[in-house]
């Protein structure tokens, strides 16, 4: 099976995509650790389409993220499209949380990157998670939904997951 999870920034999309690959023994991709190189350097297009080819090349997998740009090649093969689409305080709430822990733990994120969230950062930049939370709820919430009727990608079935609730029983529910 090959799942893409998506969903704006804070959604929860990395938790569920994690507790979906569990629950099917199937690997886990996340599309940020293809993406960020060291030190918050930014991988060109064409490194990141080649680093994701390599990483769809398994049976199965459960790939979390969105980078709109690579849709061709992450839905070119995928069985189901997975959208967490939780309330808009929600997602801020859970976004200025992850925000804080990892300021505060300064862990790092992509294991080999050194990359790590700083309260700069993650409060007072251009480049904060929150803000870009902010700026893309909405305008993501018209474009999932558009894409889900869609012509295009009517072969594929999209899950549509609206609470913690809901993605508990749909994990729940998947079968290896």
Excluded at 67 to 85: A, C, F, G, L, P
Excluded at 100 to 115: F, N, S, V
Excluded at 122 to 138: A, C, E, G, N, P
Excluded at 145 to 162: G, I, N, P
Aim: aromatic share 14%.
């Amino acid at each position: 099976m090959k799942i893409n999870v998506i969903g704006t920034s804070g959604s929860g999309k990395s938790t569920v995509a994690r507790a979906i690959a569990r629950q099917l023994a199937l690997p886990y991709i996340e599309m940020d650790a293809l993406f960020w190189l060291p030190h918050w350097g930014e991988s060109s297009d064409e490194q990141l389409f080649a680093k994701l080819e390599q990483a769809l090349q398994q049976p199965g997998w459960v790939l979390d993220g969105n980078y709109n740009r690579t849709r061709t090649v992450k839905w070119r093969d995928v069985d189901i499209i997975v959208w967490v689409d939780y309330s808009f305080t929600r997602t801020l709430y859970q976004a200025i949380r992850r925000a804080i822990t990892r300021a505060w733990t300064q862990q790092e994120i992509w294991p080999g990157t050194g990359c790590r969230e700083s309260f700069r950062k993650s409060f007072f930049s251009r480049d904060s998670i929150i803000l870009w939370t902010l700026k893309t709820w909405r305008k993501n919430r018209r474009s999932y939904q558009a894409l889900m009727h869609d012509s295009r990608y009517q072969h594929l079935q999209f899950v549509h997951l609206t609470s913690p609730q809901q993605s508990q029983q749909f994990i729940a529910g998947l079968t290896k």
